[in-house]
C-alpha cells in the first residue's frame, strides 16, 4: 500500500558474524519526523512502525492501543450465520456434540477451547484427537464412528477438515451434522458438511485471514455466545467472559507461527496477561514446569511451553496435552505437565539425531532448488520441526518423510516469498493427500513414487524460483545512536510494540560511533559491554548494556571500528526493567560516512 516510503539501501560490505550484507530500509524523513512529534515517540520507534506499514497517528495509534473491542466481527466469516445456529440449537436442545481436533498445539488448545467453552455452556462434549502415527492428520472415518457411537449429532472439527472431501461425505451419509472450523489452505472443491468456517475460503469477507486453527474456533464461540444472548438465554444474569480462553488462543496462535498482527496481536496480546494471572491449573503446571516467571512473553511460549504440548502429539498421544489443558485438579495438572517436560526432552534428542543424519543426505545430493529426503527410522512427529530447521541453513523448499511398508508420508517447509501449497499442488498427481499453508504443508504417497515425486517437486520449485527474490541480506530496520536508546522511557515504548512474532518481527537496528566503556565474558561464554556515547560537548556519557550469546571470543575485537547490528529487548531483573541490546551481527565501519 505504501511501497514508496521504502527502498532499499544495499552494502556489499560483509559481516563478522552472519557474513552477509545488510541492507538498511530507507523511510521518508518528514514522515518520521512528524509521527515523532505528534506521538512523542522516540524516532526508533516509529521507523519501525512505518517499516510496518504503518503511517498515520491513527494506524499507529489503534495497533498499540491493544483493545479486543477491535476483534474483527465474528459474522463477517463466511458460513458462520449458519455455523452459529447450529451449534446454539445444539446447547438450547443439550445434544451430544463431538470435536475432532489436530494433534499439534494449534489443534489441542482449538479442542480444550471448544471443550471447556460448551461445558461452561452445560454440555458434556466428547473430544477426538487422532494418534499421530497410527492415523495421520485430519478428520477420518474412525474419529466419526467414534463420536456417532458416543451418540453426537452434531460434529466440529477444529484446526483440520477442509482438505477432507471424502471423510465429510461419509459423516454426510451417517446422518450427522458436520461444522468444519479450519485455516489451512481449501482445495478448489469443498468438503460437503453443514458450513465450513474459514477465512482462506474463496469470497469470504472476514478482513484478517491469517488466524490460527484456534482463532477461528474462538471467533465461533464468540457468535454463539452472541446469538445466545440475543435470545435471552442467560435470563439477565452475565454471560461467560471469553477473555478468560484467550490463553489457549495465544499458544495456539504463536505456537503455529501465525503472523502476529491484526486480530493475531489483539488475541495474543491480552492472552499472554492471561497466561500471566494463572487461572487455568494446566497452563500453571506448564509454567511451574518450564520454570516461567512473569512477565511471558512470545518466545515463552514459542520455546517452551508450546513444545511441551507439541511433544505429547509427536512421541505419544495428543490426548495427554488435552487433559492437560482442561484439567481442574492441580495434583493431576502437575504429573501432566512433568510427563510432557520429559516428552519434550525425548524429542530434543531424537531431533538432533534426525538433524545430523538429513544434513547428510543433503550434502550427498549437491546443490538443488529442493530436497526431499526419506528414511525409515524417523518419526513423524518430529520430522516437521528439523525441515523447518533445514530451511533456515540451505534457504531452499525441504521435505522429509517417514517410509512405513508401502507409504512416505512427512512434512515440508520452504523459506519465506515461495509457496509451497501451491508447489505440492503441481504435482498432486503423484500425491495421496496433501494440505497447509504457504510454507508449511504434510503429504503422503506411496512409496513406489517417491523418485517420480522428488523430481516432479523439484521442476515445480524450479519454476517458483525463477522469479524469486532471493536474498541473503541483513534487514535493518534504521541506525540508532546510545542517547536515544538509554532514555530511561526507551523501555516503556518498547513494550508498546510487543508481542513481537512471524509477520512482525522484534525491531533490527544499528549503532556506530560509540565506545565500550566495559567489557566481560559472562556465563558459559558469552560477550557482554556497556556501550556508551562518545563525548559530547556537554560531557554527558549514556551508557547501556549489550549481551552477545556466544560471542565471548570477540571481547578483544576493536570496537571502535566497528557497527553493530542488534534487537532491542527489556531485561527484567528483581522487580526493574532495564534495555538490553543483543548483538545479532559486526561489521566494520565506514570511515567515509
Known amino acids: 500500500m505504501h511501497r514508496w516510503?521504502?527502498?532499499?539501501?544495499?552494502?556489499?560490505?560483509?559481516?563478522?558474524?552472519?557474513?552477509?550484507?545488510?541492507?538498511?530500509?530507507?523511510?521518508?524523513y518528514k514522515l518520521i519526523n512528524h509521527l515523532s512529534q505528534k506521538l512523542s515517540f522516540p524516532k526508533s520507534i516509529v521507523s519501525f512502525l512505518v517499516s510496518r506499514g504503518l503511517v498515520t497517528v491513527e494506524q499507529i495509534e489503534s495497533h498499540l492501543n491493544v483493545s479486543l473491542s477491535s476483534?474483527?466481527?465474528?459474522?463477517?466469516?463466511?458460513?458462520?450465520?449458519?455455523?452459529?445456529?447450529?451449534?446454539?440449537?445444539?446447547?438450547?436442545?443439550?445434544?451430544?456434540?463431538?470435536?475432532?481436533?489436530?494433534?499439534?498445539?494449534?489443534?489441542?488448545?482449538?479442542?480444550?477451547?471448544?471443550?471447556?467453552?460448551?461445558?461452561?455452556?452445560?454440555?458434556?462434549?466428547?473430544?477426538?484427537?487422532?494418534?499421530?502415527?497410527?492415523?495421520?492428520?485430519?478428520?477420518?472415518?474412525?474419529g466419526i464412528d467414534y463420536l456417532i457411537s458416543r451418540g453426537c449429532s452434531l460434529i466440529v472439527t477444529v484446526d483440520c477438515g477442509v482438505t477432507n472431501l471424502e471423510e465429510a461425505a461419509y459423516a454426510a451419509d451417517k446422518g450427522v451434522d458436520l461444522i468444519i472450523t479450519d485455516h489451512h489452505q481449501p482445495l478448489e472443491n469443498h468438503p460437503n458438511c453443514l458450513c465450513l468456517l474459514n477465512p482462506r475460503q474463496r469470497d469470504c469477507p472476514f478482513p484478517f485471514k491469517d488466524l490460527a486453527g484456534v482463532g477461528v474456533a474462538f471467533n465461533l464461540i464468540r457468535a454463539v455466545r452472541s446469538v445466545l444472548y440475543r435470545a435471552g438465554y442467560w435470563n439477565g444474569s452475565a454471560p461467560p467472559n471469553l477473555r478468560r480462553y484467550l490463553d489457549l488462543v495465544a499458544i495456539g496462535t504463536i505456537s503455529d507461527m501465525m503472523p502476529l498482527f491484526g486480530d493475531n496481536r489483539i488475541m495474543t496480546k491480552v492472552g499472554l496477561k492471561v497466561i500471566e494471572e494463572e487461572n487455568r491449573p494446566g497452563i500453571k503446571a506448564l509454567k511451574d514446569s518450564s520454570k516461567l516467571t512473569v512477565p511471558?512473553?512470545?518466545?515463552?511460549?514459542?520455546?517452551?511451553?508450546?513444545?511441551?504440548?507439541?511433544?505429547?502429539?509427536?512421541?505419544?498421544?495428543?490426548?495427554?496435552?488435552?487433559?492437560?489443558?482442561?484439567?481442574?485438579?492441580?495434583?493431576?495438572?502437575?504429573?501432566l505437565a512433568s510427563d510432557l517436560s520429559d516428552l519434550n526432552q525425548l524429542r530434543q534428542n531424537q531431533e538432533r539425531l534426525i538433524l545430523r543424519q538429513a544434513l547428510q543426505a543433503i550434502d550427498d545430493m549437491g546443490e538443488r532448488a529442493s530436497y526431499v529426503v526419506s528414511n525409515q527410522e524417523w518419526r513423524l512427529g518430529i520430522i516437521g520441526i528439523v525441515a523447518s530447521k533445514l530451511v533456515e541453513q540451505v534457504n531452499r523448499p525441504v521435505i522429509l518423510l517417514s517410509i512405513d511398508g508401502d507409504e512416505a508420508t512427512g512434512s515440508g517447509r520452504c523459506p519465506e516469498g515461495l509457496d509451497l501449497f501451491s508447489m505440492l499442488t503441481g504435482c498432486s498427481n503423484h500425491l495421496v493427500r496433501y494440505g497447509g499453508h504457504k510454507v508449511a504443508a504434510g503429504l503422503k504417497l506411496s512409496a513406489d513414487r517417491l523418485d517420480s515425486f522428488r523430481e516432479a517437486f523439484e521442476e515445480e520449485c524450479r519454476k517458483q524460483m525463477d522469479g524469486w527474490i532471493q536474498t541473503s541480506y541483513l534487514s535493518i530496520d534504521c541506525q540508532v545512536q546510545v542517547p536515544e536508546l538509554a532514555s530511561p522511557d526507551y523501555p516503556m515504548f518498547l513494550e508498546m510494540l510487543e508481542p513481537f512474532g512471524p509477520g512482525y518481527h522484534s525491531p533490527l537496528f544499528s549503532m556506530e560511533n560509540f565506545q565500550v566503556r566495559n567489557g566481560r565474558i559472562v556465563g558459559n561464554s558469552h560477550l557482554k559491554l556497556t556501550v556508551s556515547a562518545r563525548e559530547t560537548s556537554t560531557g554527558r556519557r549514556y551508557g547501556v548494556d549489550l549481551i552477545g550469546w556466544g560471542h565471548g571470543d570477540k571481547l578483544s575485537y576493536f570496537w571502535d571500528d566497528m557497527e553493530i547490528a542488534f534487537t532491542p529487548s527489556i531485561n527484567n531483573w528483581q522487580g526493574r526493567k532495564n534495555l538490553q541490546l543483543v548483538l545479532k551481527d559486526i561489521r566494520p565501519r565506514k570511515r567515509d560516512k
Open 5 to 28: 516510503l521504502f527502498k532499499g539501501n544495499f552494502s556489499a560490505m560483509s559481516s563478522l558474524i552472519l557474513k552477509r550484507p545488510w541492507s538498511f530500509k530507507k523511510a521518508e
Open 296 to 335: 511471558i512473553t512470545t518466545t515463552d511460549i514459542g520455546f517452551r511451553l508450546g513444545p511441551r504440548i507439541n511433544a505429547a502429539g509427536r512421541m505419544d498421544h495428543a490426548k495427554k496435552a488435552f487433559r492437560l489443558l482442561v484439567s481442574t485438579g492441580q495434583a493431576e495438572a502437575e504429573e
Open 71 to 142: 476483534l474483527s466481527d465474528p459474522f463477517l466469516m463466511k458460513g458462520m450465520e449458519i455455523g452459529a445456529g447450529r451449534l446454539t440449537q445444539a446447547v438450547i436442545n443439550r445434544e451430544n456434540v463431538g470435536i475432532f481436533g489436530d494433534y499439534d498445539a494449534d489443534g489441542v488448545t482449538s479442542s480444550a477451547l471448544m471443550c471447556l467453552f460448551l461445558k461452561e455452556l452445560g454440555l458434556d462434549p466428547v473430544t477426538y484427537i487422532p494418534h499421530r502415527e497410527k492415523e495421520g492428520y485430519g478428520l477420518n472415518t474412525q
